[in-house]
């Protein structure tokens, strides 16, 4: 695969974690770049995604919690998570897609990015 996320835990409510995504050679990396969650039984969303310009986007079911940045250097895109709440358990997966707008890329479906998925890191949440 393309990319390979890490740094999915467990956190008390209210915690924070940061994840890291990965991008191989194999991806450009000036691409789009989004981060997705998927909590058992529910349908893949998007929560964040930053374009080549750094614009970011944010779900409002994160927005004001969750800050995505990309580094070209490293060829990495990260999600801090702050203030983490009991519904945002669930395996997070990053991707890429050729979007110039991070706002428009957010607002399509996940499965319209690409086919290209990672294994995902696993959040939870406890009370």
């Known amino acids: 695969v393309p990319y390979v996320e890490s740094g999915g835990g467990s956190v008390q409510t209210g915690g924070s974690l940061t994840l890291s995504c990965s991008a191989t050679?194999?991806?450009?990396?000036?691409?789009?770049w989004g981060w997705f969650r998927q909590a058992p039984g529910e349908e893949r969303e998007g929560v964040a995604a930053?374009?080549?310009?750094?614009?970011?986007a944010y779900s409002d079911s994160v927005a004001g919690r969750f800050n995505i940045t990309r580094d070209a250097v490293k060829r990495t895109v990260y999600l801090q998570m702050t203030a983490l709440e009991p519904n945002d358990p669930g395996i997070y997966y990053c991707?890429?897609?050729?979007?110039?707008?991070?706002?428009?890329?957010?607002?399509?479906?996940?499965?319209?990015?690409?086919?290209?998925w990672g294994q995902g890191t696993q959040v939870t949440v406890s009370e």
């Open positions: 930053i374009d080549f310009d750094r614009n970011a």
């Open positions: 050679s194999v991806i450009d990396f000036d691409y789009c």
């Open positions: 991707a890429a897609a050729p979007y110039r707008s991070a706002a428009h890329a957010l607002g399509d479906s996940w499965r319209t990015w690409t086919s290209l």
